[in-house]
């Protein structure tokens, strides 16, 4: 398993906000674990959030109880959303704060993926790319009620409201996806500092020109998306299953 993790700040953002994760050694009873927070809030608030949230849930993993690898991923997501809820409770330059949250683990011929948020996971298998994990956000929902075309949606300006994310509520519930894979593929966890400056064709054909070293195509998503004007954090993990 080869992979490439990275997070910048991009050109227009003061601070990064985001906040990855990637370990290819075991977790509790995952085998591995790769992680892609985006946090929000003014200050600090959003740079505290996606680091505690991912901190939080691998502490929750590494603790798990749970009878299955699903629902242990589902109890540690909620016990990191609660405890984040109770320091912005208890902290008030926290207040409002929230992230996205984007979580994969591989077992196998198998990968397990919890989503809340529009941090992406996308699966690049032969000639195609796929968006596995779907966005919360005011413009998909648009989207799939016919209202917006999605080659319009990236640079719609709502873009950014999202209407799922850890800390905005109690019992906040993640999509669960499980995707079967084959040799050759490659798997990309990216926040919207990287979707939101290229569109899914282009990405892939970075990838594809690059398939054979996942730093390389790294290094190159992250280089265009800041020549793209970088408007926002970027964080990319890509593995090659």
């Given amino acids: 398993m080869k992979t490439y993790s990275v997070t910048d700040i991009g050109r227009k953002r003061k601070m990064n906000q985001d906040y990855v994760y990637c370990c290819t050694q075991t977790v509790g009873m995952l085998p591995n ?21 991912v901190e939080e849930f691998v502490r929750q993993i590494r603790q798990g109880k749970g009878k299955t690898l699903i629902q242990t991923m589902e109890e540690s ?27 994969a683990t591989i077992c ?35 989207i799939r009620r016919g209202e917006l075309r999605r080659e319009d949606g990236r640079f719609h300006p709502n873009k950014n409201v999202i209407t799922r994310a850890m800390g905005a509520n109690v019992g906040v519930v993640p999509d669960f996806f499980e995707v079967c894979l084959r040799q050759g593929d490659i798997i990309l966890l990216c926040s919207d500092g990287l979707s939101n400056m290229m569109d899914d064709t282009e990405i892939f054909s970075v990838v594809k020109m690059h398939r054979e070293d996942v730093a390389k195509a790294g290094e190159e998503l992250l280089r265009l998306a800041n020549e793209y004007g970088g408007r926002d954090n970027i964080s990319i993990v890509l593995v090659a299953a």
């Fill in 33 to 53: 674990l790769f992680i892609v927070a985006d946090g929000m809030g003014g200050h600090n608030a959003g740079d505290f959030a996606s680091r505690f949230a």
């Fill in 77 to 103: 997501v909620q016990n990191a959303n609660r405890l984040l809820l109770e320091q912005a409770a208890g902290r008030p330059e926290l207040k409002g704060m929230g992230t996205t949250f984007v979580a």
């Fill in 108 to 142: 196998g011929e198998t990968m397990y993926v919890a989503n809340i948020g529009d941090s992406r996971l996308y699966l690049i298998s032969g000639e195609e790319i796929s968006q596995v994990t779907q966005d919360h956000s005011l413009v998909e929902e648009m």
